[in-house]
């Protein structure tokens, strides 16, 4: 069936360093969404990309999808504490249904 | 406005008990979907209501059920528990035609 594939699973950096989450779908989706969920909440809606090649920003968070419309990333530039929890993406399947990927769980050392 | 509220936070039962979980969302948002996140398999599409119809439906099996209230609550139901629908069950509401925009903080079910 349809995946959606999260590299890395887990991630560790120093403060101030920069991290990247990179999604994969198994086939070309029509939008892509990025959730933030910290440790024992609920998952907090990001952003939408639609378009091929789209870049957003959100301070500084900068995500891109790709050309082919099948893959995404997520790259945080100069990490703080603030920033630690479970990026997720997720994609409409092609019936309709919403298929998150495992997400990648990013921890800070302050 | 308030946040999307689920009820009860958190629940224990019984193997082969059912249960219904509630979720009012946003005013004036009239979809809601539904999501099983587990430690093993993540996070899982249940359902997807908009104006009292089931519009999607993952791939689970009969035992979950839901529905959707002409005021846009909505509750999931789970008849005959198993020890693996132990879950936080998470319900969003967003406009319609916008992604899962806002969630609850989910329902912690426990089944012994």
């Known amino acids: 069936g349809q995946q959606v594939m999260q590299i890395p699973q887990y991630q560790h950096v120093q403060e101030g360093e920069d991290f990247t989450t990179y999604c994969n779908s198994s086939?070309?989706?029509?939008?892509i969404q990025w959730y933030k969920q910290r440790p024992g909440g609920h998952p907090v809606f990001l952003i939408q990309?639609?378009?091929?090649?789209e870049v957003k920003k959100q301070k500084r968070l900068t995500f891109q999808f790709g050309e082919a419309k099948k893959n995404s990333s997520l790259h945080i530039t100069a990490t703080q504490t603030t920033d630690v929890g479970t990026y997720f993406c997720a994609g409409p399947s092609n019936t309709g249904k919403l298929i998150f990927g495992q997400g990648t769980t990013l921890q800070v050392k302050p | 406005k308030a946040g999307v509220t689920q009820t009860p936070r958190y629940l224990i039962k019984t193997r082969g008990q059912q249960v219904t979980l509630s979720c009012s969302p946003i005013?004036?948002?009239?979809?809601v979907s539904w999501y099983q996140q587990t430690p093993g398999q993540g996070l899982q599409f249940l359902f997807e209501?908009?104006?009292?119809?089931?519009?999607n439906k993952g791939n689970f099996p009969g035992r979950f059920s839901g529905r959707q209230f002409s005021n846009s609550r909505s509750e999931m139901n789970v008849s005959t528990l198993e020890l693996g629908d132990s879950a936080l069950y998470l319900c969003?509401?967003?406009?319609?035609?916008?992604?899962?925009?806002?969630f609850g903080q989910g329902t912690r079910l426990t089944v012994v």
């Open positions: 969003a509401s967003s406009e319609d035609g916008r992604p899962p925009t806002f």
């Open positions: 086939t070309t989706l029509s939008n």
């Open positions: 005013s004036g948002h009239r979809s």
């Open positions: 209501y908009f104006s009292e119809t089931q519009r």
């Open positions: 990309l639609v378009k091929s090649g």
